[in-house]
């Protein structure tokens, strides 16, 4: 297997922009994290899906924020209107219950 | 609900051995161990899960104390290679992985 694949590796985008950022998890796993990592707050977990239903959003810090998972090997998470202090590196990582977590090579966004 | 990781940041010079704790306010399910190395991804190095199953790293070890919500992991003789961030996520039964702010471990020649 691949691995967990995120794209793109890296995007700036103008303040008001809206960024989509997207996750192909492990083929198989059940489960799915997007967390956001900062030097102030280090890795932040923002929402959790268990197949394919989120189950736990409460660290999407606002509205501005949204996530989807339409099927097993697919997800997305979408910031509208973005904002420079959304400037972070995002990881989606994917595991079965209960085991390790295996995560992806991460987006760098940079809102300018 | 955050676990707290100490110590914040290390330095050791190769071959000299390290602790790095993490303590959690709330009952633990399992703790994972993850390093980072710059600008890279988070990989796995060790779950401990309740009941005191093990797997992971075979140069690494840790343990993990239940009644105390604690976990610590032991780098002995360290490497070069071992530098870098080390992150333990706490898991409450929920399958949610919460991490520590990471520990920076930085390795002497």
């Known amino acids: 297997d691949a691995g967990v694949i995120q794209s793109p590796r890296h995007e700036v985008t103008e303040m008001g922009q809206e960024v989509t950022l997207r996750c192909k998890p492990i083929s198989g796993h059940n489960s799915l994290f997007w967390y956001r990592q900062t030097m102030m707050r280090g890795l932040e977990l923002l929402i959790y899906?268990?197949?394919?239903?989120?189950?736990?959003d409460s660290g999407m810090p606002e509205d501005r924020f949204s996530a989807k998972m339409p099927n097993a090997s697919f997800s997305t998470l979408k910031i509208q209107p973005s904002e420079p202090r959304d400037s972070a590196v995002y990881f989606c990582?994917?595991?079965?219950?209960?085991?390790?977590?295996?995560f992806g090579q991460g987006t760098r966004l940079t809102v300018v | 609900q955050q676990p707290v990781q100490s110590p914040q940041a290390v330095i050791l010079r190769e071959g000299e051995d390290a602790v790095i704790n993490c303590s959690s306010s709330?009952?633990?399910?399992?703790v994972h161990w993850y390093r980072q190395k710059h600008g890279e991804a988070p990989v796995f190095l060790m779950i401990?899960?309740?009941?005191?199953e093990q797997k992971g790293h075979d140069k690494i070890s840790a343990s993990f104390n239940e009644k105390k919500q604690q976990s610590s992991l032991y780098l002995t003789a360290s490497q070069l290679s071992y530098s870098g961030t080390y992150f333990c996520g706490t898991e409450n039964g929920d399958d949610k992985i919460i991490f520590g702010k990471g520990t920076r471990l930085h390795i002497l020649p």
């Open positions: 990582a994917s595991k079965l219950e209960y085991t390790e977590a295996f």
């Open positions: 899906f268990n197949n394919n239903v989120p189950i736990d």
């Open positions: 709330k009952a633990l399910y399992s």
């Open positions: 401990l899960l309740k009941g005191g």
